[in-house]
């Protein structure tokens, strides 16, 4: 039987640990919840807005929270700061003040950090950025996938598995296409993977784009 699992969740306290560091009582966690997605959404939107990119990836890896009582601290990991190192302080002061405005949290401080990642187009999210880029601008899926693996390659992995859904290409029927380089052993605990799943707009409809990369073995 294929029982899908997140592998991210499957592997939690083994290879994986939490995006989000807080504690909550039941009755006030969903709030929490919620605030996380609106700094995550609020940050993804001022990168998009604001910079500019020739290739079409905003370098944004993960974005890491930590929340105490009276402060937020969050680790924005990016493939290319290059993007936010102009007028860098002032660009992270900018950031601050949108999602402080948008979380309207008063007697809380907010704290961001920006961290470079060695290695961008090792993490899923990053490519999956690229591929998306790659489909809007109507370049072949197949074209996509293997210029993908060929970035994942040089980032020194031990395998990667993509796998598109929809319309692809314009085509009338929705199909899956998946292509796998590698090894990729999703069933393997101790197997060190990072995935992602993201979801692309094109002229055609919604694309979704799943990407499995195998990092290392513990």
Known sequence: ??????????????????????????????EGLQEDQKIRDCIKNYVQQNIRISSGVEGIARIEI?????????????????????DRHRRIEELQMNVQKELNCVNRKL????????????????LAEFIAGQLKNRVSFR???????ELTEQADTKGIQIQIAGRIDGKEIARVEWIREGRVPLQTIGAKIDYCSYTVRTIYGVLGIKIWVFVAEE
């Open 66 to 86: 930590q929340k105490r009582i009276d402060l937020i601290q969050v680790i924005i990991y990016m493939g290319f700061p290059k993007l936010l190192i102009e």
């Open 1 to 30: 039987m294929g029982q899908k699992i997140n592998p991210l969740g499957f592997r939690l306290g083994t290879t994986q640990s939490h995006h989000s560091f807080w504690f909550a009582q039941p009755k006030n966690y969903c």
């Open 111 to 126: 704290n961001i950090a920006i961290t470079r990642i060695a290695n961008p187009y090792g993490h899923p999210n990053i």
């Open 143 to 149: 074209k996509a996938m293997k210029k993908a693996i």
